[in-house]
């Protein structure tokens, strides 16, 4: 399985520069770099500045499948240990995301209609927020994932019901934008998105905070 894990990775890795080597020559000499909320580009570059940009993604790729797993030996919980293999997997999810927005720039800088689908783009943050919910319920407390609050960071209990109810929102968050990125039109799934990633977002944050302050309540002062 984790043989398995690695080919996939460095696959996912590699493959992006492999798309855009064999769709060098198709490529125009000036390509859409930057794209408005309608999918419309609003700049344009050359090949060189989309190859820079493919590596710098490339690079980002395996620095987060290679260091994103070993970041629990510098973190100072005790518990941090305990989420390596959770991290890896994360760091596995990480580098998917990463590799899929290689190939969606490539690619619409390729299409002969140079636009933006923006939906494509969302339904695969969607399919990424339902990967991390269901991670975010076994992960223990550590300084580099999850919901780092000062009360959470502070209280294993509070980081477990946080998470726990993180991981509900953010899954279904995630499936939720999922359906609606093949069902609105691109002007709206962008709002949609961020409406959406903001309440499951800020909903834990809120209720962290409210067994927070319960717990002072609750705890005799000296």
Avoid at 58 to 64: E, G, N, Q, R, V
Avoid at 124 to 129: I, Q
């Amino acid at each position: 399985m984790k043989r398995l894990l690695n080919l996939t990775a460095w696959v996912a890795v590699l493959a992006p520069g492999a798309y855009l080597i064999n769709s060098w020559n198709n490529l125009p000499d000036k390509v859409p770099m930057h794209f408005d909320f309608q999918g419309n580009p609003d700049r344009f570059g050359s090949k060189t500045e989309l190859l820079t940009m493919v590596i710098i993604l490339t690079l980002m790729a395996a620095a987060m499948y290679l260091f994103f797993p070993l970041i629990y030996k510098i973190d100072p919980k005790k518990s941090a240990p305990e989420n390596k293999t959770r991290l890896k997997k994360l760091g596995f999810a990480i580098t998917l995301l990463l590799s899929f927005i290689s190939f969606f720039i490539i690619h619409s800088s390729q299409s002969g209609s140079i636009s933006l689908n923006a939906n494509f783009l969302v339904a695969g943050m969607g399919a990424f927020w339902c990967i991390l919910g269901n991670y975010m319920f076994n992960l223990k407390p550590n300084y580099f994932a999850g919901m780092r609050l000062p009360w959470t960071l502070h209280d294993e209990e509070n980081w477990k019901e946080t998470h726990r109810l993180a991981g509900k929102l953010w899954f279904a968050g995630g499936i939720l934008i999922l359906l609606l990125a093949f069902l609105l039109p691109s002007r709206v799934v962008l709002i949609v998105f961020i409406s959406i990633t903001m309440i499951i977002t800020f909903i834990p944050m809120a209720y962290s905070y409210m067994l927070y302050r319960q717990k002072q309540k609750n705890t005799p002062q000296p």
